[in-house]
């Protein structure tokens, strides 16, 4: 019922403000009315080192130089923050970190191949529209790398099996916004929503998939056939699903004659495993990434939302149902109405995003305030970065040339396991201890020709000496305490200067404020 | 070599996972209530015989001299009976209570000697008609299986990890070792496997080792193997392999004088079958899936017998059965004739 | 794939679906011990031994041998007169004495997803907030004492790291230390190019950052990342605990070198340096297939360590301070499937505990004879949390969490101890 009256509003709402108001103002509205409506004070603006150095993580993934940071902070013109966004989105950077930001959300780290992420790179410079995007990796054609989403999640290792239901449910989480993993066996327990025939009639898009051979990654289909037989282990009651997505119409399974079922035939000798007449996959790529499954819609700008915002209008991003519902709905709805009359326009979703207020709110809470709810968006909230993130960073702060070796060592110490999403910040010893004690971290912050240590060496004035420290590193002026902190290290006796400059850019390094995107 | 469903399948009021003819004709089942169930398939209906009750635990193995009317039945705590097999209420001829410490798990008879071993890592061998202790051979781990070399100058033990140990009849001298290393995996801390059944070709050409080869322990998912090696040399041969994980274990093996073998499969819950298979087929030319979970066959003649599991045996938490009560399984045996 | 039964390792709720389905999570959450005099007196140390898969009570506890039910095995006697436990268990059988078994457990869940959570948390009202695991709550209550070391280390096979989503309301930092294959986490050791004092220097200098970047912010995550790097300065000073080739051999031999026995050794010289709760979980308990020939291989793999643990830990006056816990999510089924195993059975099983405020040598509760049902008042695990509390000396009844202003009982409140197992 309540569906109903707030689709009825809506219509109207929508009607009124596709005349009047943009999307980013939009945003700023909705949140404010709510924040109010709640009475939770809403922090300002970010100031200028705030916001560079968040938009600089989110699009270009890693922190600008310091000299970048002193001409953007003296910058005087009223629209620099305007042009900077601009900037940044046109510039080669962008689809370099948005195919490495949506590699780490699409493939879980799993793994890695050349062709999947030069086809996030090409997708990005392109700006691929993100139905594109999903209906080209379920379609999984292997010339053009997209195939590796699906034929990563087909491969087996040893005598294991190969894990249908895992890359079920992660078509589900990544595409559809429903954690259907407990809803493989029988309904799930506790979110009523989700059905066992759900999770069986998504399966049946994927269950005559295998790893197909060659050296780019290759999904072969089997023709299907029969419908799944299925059974809840409580009920014991049996059912029968064609492909179906959750909610969705079953797809009939046409019959052919026995040797007809294909339409390019398999062929060893060329590693081609065959088209069959009725390819699920096909189906799927067709039905599942459009503007009439609701489900697809409202995950995409979730999920986009939550690239630039730290946290899902619906959380967690898998959990969309009738018992968690957004804390926005108004604003959902708008988003989602608005991705879709754009043509699943990413840039142009982000660009509303980073233009409006609520992005550029600060993560200072409001004077004399407690902490609002996170979902209230009434604070800016931390971001975890990622290893690639960190490591652009550490590198760009301590002016060190980004080495794969070096970069190995930060995924091993930053990234998750295999399948545990990296969505949140989180407390890892594991990476206290790697920037505490590795090799090459220590080496980071060894003087070298050029790189930060060297620079500092050479500042024999203490103000420029922090002012360089602390815009290379933390995109920012040293505040009159830490100049002070910094001076009284300098000026203590027999003070190397270059050791005092590795103890305190480590531990600006080290800082948490260095650590996450704020 | 097609076996022919012979009758309804005879029920038992307990699982049971050995089941062996008598020279006689008589098929005899040993319970996992500690009784040995016994049936006489000669006539045109399998008529049941009175249960010989001698057993603690379970019962487990069964032999049987060709012309003593002697039967040798084991159980898993350890003992090992002889009895008048033609007896309506037999009483042991002998009984050695603690022949091993635990699971006795096979036993044959050979030249008026019982051969009998046990988790407990020893063989023993016996005086048939007394039961007085004749050898003895340590072996040090887990042990299931046993066969006689057909000229009977040697037997075999399979144990946990794939090992074959090939031992010599007489003084029971330890000749040498096959190793099948695919039938044992150490699973974090279980070791699972084991070499489940021996059979030699009668003319004595090779031997067929089997078991599963384990994927993990614990749910324990595994491929049926059966592997075929050269006697006495130990070459491999040849080899079937299940094709799904959840087979589980090939359990029982032997020979149709036909040349074939015929075996008996079970895995998870609902899966296993009978299996009749040529060495060096990629495929068994006879299955039956009809009755799940298999775990022993027998044969007399054109007689065979396997015995399985009823449908619907697992189940998390308080099954209950039609009446509401919490039912045992039990194992139904089928007949077939080889015409 | 068996459509009668789940896959047991993948068939697990993550933290984050927990919150999803019921509802928003509240961090950081304090509790107000009201006695705190008391926690001073004597020390109040876990033992945790997790069995992950469901260890079969007919198998080790509570054997049944000759029964429709009983399986294959004999039972034997111990060192309590009258009381026998499964030949699988030879070298407990001897510690009987000092062991307190309860046969009367009858918990809710048979599922290893949901089962594992409840169990580990006690399974109390459900109050829409995610409970801490034992582990966190004692780590909560009784704090990390003098051992400089976090106050829950978690010894296990596969990955080490901190797991902060066993502490739920509590927040991460009453997560659990994870030794991967009881390892020290990586680069533990301070390289020898980093004198002591530069290190003390700059973490003194990073803390700076911290409170100045922290005042005027929300303060979890910077809080979470201080106390990484607070636990790896302490780990650092334990480096030689984690080096169990310097005990003698006797220990190794005892113990066994298998990861159960490595990792239960391991533990015993964590709760020597007084780390407050010590878990310890086996994995590959869930025997729904051959699980005799299973059983036979598992459970003597458990007896030899924890025999020769409880050994010990009575022999250094120990057992007077330490809380020794074996359980599982649940026991396994009397009947016997078709492929020679049992499955899940919550409805009548066995928890075995010894040490610190229970009395040694009892067998409370039965089962009838076949082992179907509990046969005396059975017991949930909330009753089970109650008794281990009050062994530990904490009062349900002064204790309770403080959850954003929410009084919530620390274990079910409509559940009380098993006072006949209590000292």
């Keep these: 019922m309540i569906r109903i009256y707030l689709v009825a509003v809506l219509l109207l709402i929508g009607a009124r403000l596709s005349a009047a108001e943009s999307v980013c103002e939009s945003i700023d509205r909705i949140v404010a009315a709510k924040a109010k409506a709640d009475g939770v004070p809403m922090s300002a603006k970010a100031d200028d080192a705030e916001f560079l150095r968040r938009v600089w993580l989110d699009l270009a993934g890693t922190i600008p130089p310091a000299e970048v940071a002193r001409k953007f902070l003296a910058d005087q013109s009223p629209d620099k923050q305007t042009k900077l966004i601009e900037g940044l989105l046109a510039a080669p950077t962008y689809p370099t970190t948005m195919a490495n930001r949506f590699h780490i959300v699409l493939m879980e780290r799993l793994g890695d191949h050349a062709s999947w992420s030069q086809y996030l790179q090409t997708s990005f410079a392109a700006n691929k529209p993100w139905n594109t995007l999903v209906k080209e990796i379920l379609r999984a054609d292997s010339k053009s790398g997209a195939a590796f989403f699906l034929s990563k999640r087909l491969e087996n290792y040893g005598q294991q099996a190969v894990e249908y239901s895992a890359l079920t449910r992660d078509v589900g989480r990544l595409f559809l916004g429903v954690n259907l993993q407990c809803a493989e066996c029988h309904d799930h327990l506790t979110v009523n929503d989700y059905k066992q025939q759900h999770f069986q009639g998504l399966h049946a898009f994927f269950r005559n998939l295998a790893l197909g051979a060659g050296p780019l990654p290759t999904v072969a289909e089997k023709p299907t056939t029969d419908k799944i037989k299925f059974a809840s282990v409580f009920t014991l009651e049996e059912a029968l699903t064609g492909p179906a997505l959750p909610g969705g119409k079953m797809i009939d399974i046409p019959t052919f004659p026995k040797g007809q079922e294909f339409a390019e035939p398999p062929d060893r000798k060329t590693n081609n495993p065959g088209v069959p007449k009725f390819s699920t996959l096909a189906v799927a790529s067709e039905e599942l990434p459009t503007a009439k499954n609701r489900a697809f819609v409202r995950n995409g700008v979730n999920r986009l939302w939550f690239l630039l915002l730290g946290r899902g209008l619906v959380h967690p991003l898998d959990m969309h149902h009738s018992g968690n519902l957004a804390s926005h709905p108004e604003l959902l709805d708008l988003l989602e109405r608005e991705f879709v009359a754009h043509q699943f326009d990413i840039k142009w979703l982000f660009r509303e995003i980073l233009l409006s207020e609520t992005y550029q709110r600060s993560s200072l809470l409001p004077a004399g305030a407690k902490a609002p709810p996170a979902n209230a968006f009434a604070v800016a909230l931390e971001k975890r970065l990622s290893a690639e993130q960190l490591f652009a960073a550490i590198t760009a702060a301590t002016g060190t040339k980004p080495a794969d070796a070096a970069k190995a060592k930060f995924l091993k110490a930053f990234a998750n396991q295999p399948r545990e999403p990296e969505e949140d910040v989180e407390v890892s010893l594991k990476a206290a201890l790697f920037l505490s004690h590795d090799a090459t971290v220590l080496e980071m912050l060894q003087a070298k020709p050029g790189n930060l240590i060297e620079r500092l060496g050479k500042l024999t004035d203490n103000a420029a000496f922090a002012e360089e420290l602390y815009l290379a590193v933390l995109t920012r002026k040293p505040s009159a305490d830490e100049l002070a902190t910094v001076s009284k290290i300098l000026t203590k006796p027999n003070q190397i200067r270059e050791t005092a400059a590795r103890k305190l850019a480590w531990a600006l390094i080290a800082s948490h404020e260095f650590g996450v995107n704020h | ?339 | 794939m068996n459509p009668n039964l789940c896959t047991p390792q993948d068939h697990r709720l993550s933290r984050r679906q927990w919150l999803g389905a019921t509802g928003a999570m509240a961090l950081g959450g304090l509790s107000l011990p009201a006695f705190a005099e008391e926690l001073k007196k004597k020390r109040k140390q876990v033992l945790f031994v997790w069995l992950d898969g469901g260890m079969s009570q007919l198998e080790s506890w509570d054997p049944k041998p000759n029964t429709t039910f009983g399986g294959p095995f004999r039972a034997i006697s111990t060192s309590v007169p009258g009381t026998h436990v499964s030949e699988l268990l030879p070298q407990t059988a001897k510690q009987m004495h000092r062991l307190a078994v309860v046969r009367s457990v009858s918990t809710q869940d048979n599922s290893h997803s949901a089962g594992v959570d409840r169990i580990q948390r006690g399974d109390p009202k459900n109050r829409g907030v995610v409970y801490p695991y034992l582990g966190s709550a004692v780590a909560n209550w009784v704090g990390a004492g003098d051992s400089g070391l976090p106050p829950y280390v978690w010894i296990k096979p596969g990955n080490g790291g901190f797991i902060d989503r066993e502490a739920g309301f509590l927040g991460p930092k009453f997560g659990a230390l994870a030794l991967g294959d009881g390892k020290p986490p990586e680069n533990l050791i301070r390289p020898k190019e980093l004198s002591m004092a530069d290190d003390l220097e700059r973490n003194e200098l990073r803390k700076l950052a911290d409170a100045s970047y922290s005042a005027g912010r929300r303060k979890e995550n910077t809080e979470a990342n201080s106390f990484a790097f607070d636990m790896a300065e302490q780990l650092q000073k334990k480096l030689e605990l984690f080096d169990i080739s310097k005990l003698p051999a006797k220990d190794t031999q005892r113990y066994g070198t298998h990861d159960l026995g490595r990792h239960l050794l391991l533990a015993r010289r964590m709760l020597e340096a007084g780390v407050t709760f010590v878990k310890v979980t086996s994995y590959g308990w869930d025997t729904h297939g051959d699980h005799f020939n299973g059983a036979a291989s598992l459970h003597p793999k458990f007896d030899k360590p924890f025999a020769a643990m409880i050994e010990d830990l009575a022999e250094r006056g120990m057992l007077d301070d330490i809380l020794v816990i074996a359980i599982s999510e649940f026991g396994r089924t009397p009947r016997i499937n078709g492929h020679l195993g049992r499955d899940h059975w919550p409805e009548a099983w066995s928890v075995a505990m010894a040490g610190r405020g229970i009395k040694p040598g009892v067998v409370e509760g039965k089962t009838n004879a076949l082992g179907t049902e509990v046969a005396s008042e059975p017991h949930d695990i909330g009753h089970l949390f109650h008794t281990w509390y009050k062994a530990l000396g904490i009062d349900p009844k002064k204790s309770k969490y403080q959850n954003a202003g929410q009084p919530l009982p620390i274990a079910h409140e409509d559940m009380h101890a098993v006072k006949e197992v209590l000292a």
């Design chain 2, 1 to 339: 070599m097609i076996p022919k469903e012979l009758g309804k399948p005879l029920t038992l009021p307990c699982q049971s996972s050995r089941i062996r003819f008598g020279p006689e004709g008589v098929l005899f089942a040993a319970g996992h209530d500690g009784s040995v169930l016994r049936w006489d398939v000669t006539g045109k209906e399998p008529k049941p015989l009175p249960t010989v009750k001698l057993h603690n635990g379970w019962a487990t193995a069964l032999a049987f001299h060709p012309k003593k009317p002697l039967a040798i039945s084991a159980d898993s705590h350890g003992a090992l009976i002889a009895w008048d097999r033609t007896a309506d209420t037999p009483t042991p001829v002998w009984s050695q209570p603690k022949a091993h410490d635990g699971w006795l798990r096979a036993t044959v008879v050979h030249d008026d000697r019982v051969v009998s071993l046990g988790r407990d890592g020893f063989v023993r061998g016996w005086n048939l008609d007394d039961g007085k202790p004749l050898r003895e051979l340590s072996l040090g781990v887990d042990i299931f299986s046993l066969a006689v070399a057909p000229d009977g100058k040697s037997f075999v033990v399979g144990d946990l990890f794939g090992n074959i140990h090939v031992v010599e009849w007489d003084k029971w001298k330890v000749l040498s070792k096959y190793e099948v290393k695919e039938l044992h995996l150490l699973d974090r801390i279980q070791d699972v496997g084991g070499v489940r059944a021996l059979a030699f070709k009668p003319d004595g050409r090779s031997l067929f080792v089997a078991g599963s080869v384990p994927k993990s322990g614990g749910f324990v998912q595994g491929f049926p193997l059966m592997v075929e090696l050269e006697w006495p040399s130990g070459k491999r041969l040849t080899q079937w392999k299940g094709a799904a994980d959840n087979e589980g274990f090939i359990h029982d093996l032997l020979w149709l004088d036909e040349g074939f073998l015929a075996g008996v499969t079970s895995g998870q819950p609902g899966q296993g079958r009978l299996f009749v298979w040529k060495p060096g087929d990629a495929k068994p030319l006879f299955e039956s899936t009809k009755l799940p979970n298999c775990h022993s066959l027998a044969r007399h003649g054109k007689l065979l017998a396997h015995s399985a599991t009823n449908a619907n045996s697992s189940g998390n938490g308080k099954v209950k059965g039609k009446d509401g009560d919490y039912p045992a399984n039990s194992s139904p045996i089928q007949l077939w004739t080889m015409a």
